[in-house]
């Protein structure tokens, strides 16, 4: 959609756009990856999940559920190539289109639950991921620059329970579908109902508790 039509659209809804624009809005961007998880490559999935959010806001943008085009050979790794995948192909140029609409900087949080991926990309560098311009495309300076340079782009560490892009990366255990459709701003009765039957159909492992 071009930018042009948004404002028109936005324009049109006096209530819609007095909620959006907001001063305290922001984007989020949730990263994550599942290691290996393809049996037959072994190539693992990235995962992404944009919002934009505010004091009372809470609105999904995007999403990306993909596998990579390479193996990867560390968690690390996978989560790097996830990570410029999400930012570069989604994040901002949903960014440079929200400070359009809003005529001021967007601030733009990337959010990753491994803290090695965060040195790396911060560094744009590693000596053990030298090889990933030539297997993954993807250049570790380019993430650098962007976190360095730019100030409205910011990447922060969050807790493995508060992945909202987890349930992109791979298949959920049933008891775990709940609290990830939660975090993706999903709630319903009827959710949480299959979600209740699904843990209740869960057998205890012998000897187990």
Avoid at 84 to 92: N, P, V
Avoid at 109 to 131: F, M, P, Y
Avoid at 137 to 164: C, G, M
Wanted: net charge positive; charged share 25%.
């Amino acid at each position: 959609m071009q930018p042009n039509v948004v404002l028109n659209l936005y324009s049109d809804v006096p209530s819609m756009k007095s909620h959006v624009f907001r001063k305290d809005l922001r984007l989020s961007l949730y990263v994550d990856a599942d290691f290996a998880g393809c049996r037959l490559t072994a190539k693992s999935t990235s995962g992404g999940f944009l919002v934009l959010k505010g004091p009372n806001t809470f609105f999904p943008l995007s999403w990306v559920s993909k596998r990579q085009t390479s193996v990867s050979r560390s968690t690390t790794e996978s989560e790097v190539v996830s990570l410029a995948f999400s930012l570069f192909g989604e994040a901002i140029p949903t960014l440079c289109l929200w400070e359009r609409l809003l005529g001021k900087p967007v601030l733009l949080e990337c959010l990753e639950d491994n803290q090695a991926t965060i040195v790396i990309a911060k560094a744009g560098w590693s000596s053990k991921l030298r090889h990933v311009q030539r297997t993954h495309k993807v250049n570790i300076a380019s993430l650098a620059e962007r976190f360095k340079e730019d100030t409205s782009i910011t990447l922060e560490y969050v807790d493995t329970s508060e992945q909202a892009a987890d349930i992109f990366t791979k298949a959920l255990d049933p008891q775990k579908w709940d609290p990830a459709l939660r975090m993706l701003g999903v709630s319903h009765p009827e959710v949480s109902k299959c979600a209740q039957k699904l843990k209740s159909c869960i057998r205890p492992t012998e000897g187990g508790a």
